[in-house]
């Protein structure tokens, strides 16, 4: 048994170190008071308490006004409405019927973070659409993007900001502005631009969209965040622990990570609201409550290099990254 031992320790001797842990993001320096007004953009429900149930409660703890966008009312999941339904070939009015519940749901958990439903805007842009709608249909005057799953070539009447917004980019755009220009929020919170879902990353080029639009009075002390919620298998490939970490191989080049620790009290209503959603539990639940951890991450700033936002036709929805203007002469 001697040289077998011997072999194996050699062996294991032989074998490189461990690579060392990546350093904990550093923690959010921001001032939240009575005087924020936290803005949180949501391409459907649940993402706004995947990625920021945590930071809502601060604000509103804090005095602070919240305001939640929903882009979408989450009625493109096949998978869900067949597991919700009990049916295997949804029709429309049963997608339709499926968006509906799925708003009750966000009104539900978001009461649980202490928001009401005047906190909470519902656009009612199509699901699985927006990436089209940022593309294919961006200044598209002629025609509307037609959803395959609610059939709906407009938001619901009760949920259009705008008269005559239909599916087209252009009015995605319009009523973010009509969002932000009326609410004047200092801090927003969006999804990240690398989200490997079309939707994330189609909504973040909308809301940066809407930015470039409204009156530079509104954006110019704007604080934005972007949160992550689909990265290859992230967070459950991150273990079980205590903390979430940044995604595997998350580059600097992309942004500037940053972590808000929760209190007990935050993770423990963060954990209810996600529970709140019923529909998406039964069929993603071990994902979601993978967020439901002792601490927020975040991304600051944009990536160096613009990121590709794929639809699943195959076009890209990202815009082209502009030029910085030229350097201004010294008088």
């Not at 940066?208 to 530079?216: G, T």
């Not at 992550?228 to 992230?234: R, T």
Request: with cysteine.
């Amino acid at each position: 048994m001697l040289f077998p031992l011997l072999a194996l320790t050699t062996a294991l001797a032989a074998q490189p170190p461990p690579s060392p842990a990546p350093p904990a993001p550093p923690e959010l320096a921001v001032r939240i008071d009575r005087s924020t007004r936290l803005l949180v953009v949501a391409p459907h429900p649940d993402d706004e308490t995947l990625g920021a149930a945590g930071l809502i409660q601060r604000v509103r703890t804090a005095g602070g006004a919240v305001r939640v966008l929903m882009m979408t009312s989450g009625d493109g999941f096949p998978e869900g409405v067949e597991r919700a339904e009990g049916i295997a070939h949804p029709r429309a009015s049963d997608f339709r019927n499926y968006g509906q519940a799925r708003e009750r749901e966000t009104v539900g958990a978001m009461a649980l973070l202490g928001l009401g439903p005047a906190q909470v805007t519902f656009l009612g842009f199509p699901d699985e659409g927006l990436c089209h709608l940022a593309s294919t249909y961006l200044f598209d005057k002629t025609r509307a993007y037609q959803s395959p799953y609610s059939n709906r070539s407009s938001p619901p009447p009760t949920e259009r900001l705008i008269r005559g917004a239909t599916y087209r980019g252009i009015d995605v755009r319009r009523e973010i502005e009509n969002v932000i220009t009326g609410f004047a929020p200092d801090l927003v919170v969006l999804p990240f631009s690398g989200d490997d879902h079309p939707d994330h990353c189609a909504t973040h080029t909308f809301v940066h969209e809407a930015f470039e639009a409204v009156p530079a009075s509104l954006t110019r002390r704007l604080r934005v965040l972007h949160y992550v919620v689909h990265l290859d298998q992230w967070p459950l490939a991150d273990g079980v622990g205590a903390r979430v970490s940044p995604p595997a191989g998350f580059s600097a080049d992309y942004g500037r990570v940053v972590s808000l620790t929760l209190t007990v009290d935050e993770v423990a209503a963060k954990k209810r609201a996600l529970l709140a959603y019923v529909t998406q539990m039964e069929v993603i639940g071990r994902f979601m409550m993978a967020f439901g951890r002792e601490n927020e991450l975040f991304v600051e700033g944009e990536p160096k290099e613009a990121l590709s936002c794929w639809c699943d036709d195959g076009e890209d929805a990202a815009p082209p990254r502009r030029p910085a203007p030229p350097p201004r002469p010294r008088p």
